[in-house]
């Protein structure tokens, strides 16, 4: 089975494919940040050709898609206290109609079985909700990320191992306990601190996502191959 990773740099998801046996390959406008044998680093739409691949999963940029910062798609008077090279206002709004077009085009790619993995934002809301949304302690990682999958032709994603949250009270002295994992603050923030290399991070797919990937619709993109290659 032919997989393609698109806007991956880390080679986490395609790896764990390819463990599995299958002839997986990650893509990315960044360079692999493990074994580059199996990286293609280039624009992905100049590899969607039909016929190449039977599954496809897709991590377009989240910058201007997800629902953080939405004081700067607006017009007002803060504009003059952003950091050099951040987009606000009219520019900002175009670089998010831009990352909707492109996921569009990747919803659309010739490819027979299709994801798109996006955190919480827009895309359910401009383009059409996800298929289901999950969260890195269903597979066995410590961290809390409510992420959406828009599948096409393949299934929902089954939880695979909990990992238990720890409990705190928050806010501080209101009795109210709530449940944190290691990636939050009490408050649940980000512990990530701010760097250049932070949106990287904050990006990378957990391990567990990436078996559960490999393992559940590799089996099920392999029938179907089967199936197609026997009728």
Same mark, same amino acid.
């Given at each position: ?28 406008l960044l360079p692999c940040e493990g074994d580059p044998t ?21 991590? =377009? ?21 952003? @950091? ?16 909707? +077009? ?9 490819? =027979? ?11 359910s809301t401009q383009i059409k909700p996800a298929s289901q ?11 809390? @990320? ?5 599948? @096409? ?8 191992r909990s990992c238990p949250p720890r409990i705190v009270e928050?806010? @501080? ?50 029938? +179907? ?7």
């Amino acid at each position: 089975m032919r997989v393609l990773i698109g806007c991956e740099s880390s080679g986490i998801i395609r790896d764990a494919f390819r463990k599995l046996g299958h002839d997986a390959y990650s893509c990315d406008l960044l360079p692999c940040e493990g074994d580059p044998t199996f990286h293609f680093q280039c624009d992905v739409r100049t590899l969607l050709k039909p016929g190449m691949w039977d599954l496809f999963i897709c991590h =377009p940029d989240c910058t201007y898609l997800t629902n953080s910062a939405a004081w700067a798609f607006g017009d007002g008077p803060y504009h003059q206290k952003v @950091k050099p090279g951040t987009l606000v206002g009219a520019d900002r709004r175009a670089a998010r109609e831009e990352a909707l +077009a492109f996921v569009r085009e990747m919803m659309d790619a010739p490819v =027979p079985h299709i994801a798109i993995e996006n955190p919480v934002g827009v895309i359910s809301t401009q383009i059409k909700p996800a298929s289901q949304y999950i969260q890195p302690h269903e597979y066995g990682d410590d961290a809390s @990320k409510k992420t959406g999958l828009w599948l @096409k032709n393949l299934p929902l994603l089954r939880p695979t191992r909990s990992c238990p949250p720890r409990i705190v009270e928050w806010p @501080k002295g209101s009795g109210k306990m709530v449940q944190r994992w290691s990636n939050q603050t009490d408050s649940g923030q980000n512990r990530l601190s701010p760097g250049a290399d932070r949106w990287i991070e904050r990006s990378r797919t957990y391990q567990g996502w990436a078996e559960a990937m490999a393992s559940q619709w590799g089996e099920y993109v392999q029938q +179907a191959v089967e199936g197609r290659e026997a009728a």
